[in-house]
């Protein structure tokens, strides 16, 4: 190979293995202390009541609880949707409460918002999941839960799922 083909190797090296100089607008780690800060808790008071108790109902049906899930992480739009990435723009920043889930494949079976639905957000993702074929349960807000309420909440859902499970099972 020769000095001539040394030279190549040796500058291809270099070249491939140059450190590239930062961009003038990137923030280097080590320049600059990050202004980030953990939050104390995740869900407020209220809402880890309503946590609690939906775990103790729903762990021993089957269900994981998750909470203050994206929309945009549970639904999609298909490729040829018309104005897809208008609709995209309308969920991804949304979020909803909390999202069961079974336990067995993560399959998304119902969501749950606590509050009223008396605003055009509540009225907007209520569109939404009904379009999805996802059921949207409503909760009072509250700061707790008993066991009973919640059951009385997700009654109609709980019961339309098993039903939907049993009919399932048996084809």
């Known amino acids: ?29 080590h320049s ?4 980030y800060k953990k939050k104390d808790f995740l869900l407020s008071k209220g809402d880890r009541a309503l946590f609690n108790a939906l775990n103790q109902l729903l762990g021993s049906r089957g269900y994981y609880v998750f909470a203050k899930v994206r929309m945009g992480d549970i639904l999609y739009l298909p490729n040829n949707t018309e104005k897809r990435q208008t609709y995209w723009n309308k969920i991804q920043g949304k979020s909803i409460d909390f999202l069961i889930c079974d336990a067995t494949y993560l399959r998304p079976r119902f969501a749950i918002e606590a509050g009223n639905s008396a605003n055009n957000k509540s009225d907007f993702v209520e569109q939404v999941f009904a379009a999805a074929g996802v059921p949207l349960v409503r909760v009072p807000k509250q700061q707790t839960y008993s066991q009973e309420s919640v059951e009385q909440a997700l009654s109609q859902t709980l019961s339309q799922l098993e039903a939907a499970a049993t009919n399932e099972s048996s084809r």
């Open 1 to 29: 190979m020769g000095w001539v083909g040394a030279l190549i190797v040796i500058v291809v090296l270099v070249v491939v293995f140059a450190k590239k100089p930062p961009a003038k607008d990137s923030i280097s780690e």
């Open 32 to 35: 600059e202390v990050l202004p």
